[in-house]
């Protein structure tokens, strides 16, 4: 079994932006989803990445498949669906608005193995 977890998020490029203009864009955003605005719909109005196209969902993912900072805010145990919360990875310059969408799943994973005959003699 495999633990798998489920956010959605809205990408800034800290790159494109400064800080004052990072967090006053996520103050906003904060503000219009707990007004009743649908994430998906500020996804798409904001993010700065291809997830803008999926109303920024993830999808499912595990342990070790993002960066650290990331990672460790998006499956901390205290966050409960529906929370959104912000996200820095300073290192990179990548800022983060993020909805937990899902409780995190335990799936089995079945590793398959294909042989292959080798035609070299």
């Given at each position: 079994?495999?633990t798998?977890f489920?956010?959605s998020y809205?990408?800034?490029?800290?790159?494109?932006m400064?800080m004052?203009?990072?967090n006053g864009?996520?103050e906003?955003?904060?503000?219009?989803y707990e007004?009743?605005?649908?994430?998906?719909q500020?996804a798409?109005?904001y993010?700065?990445?291809r997830s803008?196209?999926q109303?920024?969902d993830?999808g499912?993912?595990?342990y070790g498949?993002?960066?650290?900072?990331?990672?460790?805010?998006v499956?901390?145990?205290s966050k409960?669906i529906?929370d959104?919360?912000?996200?820095?990875v300073?290192?990179?310059?990548?800022?983060?608005v993020?909805?937990?969408?899902h409780e995190?799943?335990?799936?089995?994973?079945?590793?398959?193995l294909?042989?292959?005959?080798?035609?070299e003699?």
């Amino acid at each position: 079994r495999v633990t798998h977890f489920r956010v959605s998020y809205i990408y800034l490029n800290g790159k494109e932006m400064s800080m004052s203009e990072i967090n006053g864009i996520r103050e906003k955003i904060i503000a219009q989803y707990e007004s009743g605005i649908p994430f998906w719909q500020l996804a798409k109005t904001y993010s700065m990445d291809r997830s803008a196209q999926q109303g920024g969902d993830l999808g499912w993912f595990t342990y070790g498949e993002m960066v650290p900072e990331f990672e460790s805010a998006v499956t901390d145990s205290s966050k409960q669906i529906d929370d959104v919360f912000t996200v820095d990875v300073p290192s990179k310059q990548w800022y983060y608005v993020v909805l937990k969408t899902h409780e995190p799943k335990d799936i089995i994973e079945v590793k398959v193995l294909k042989a292959v005959e080798s035609k070299e003699r």
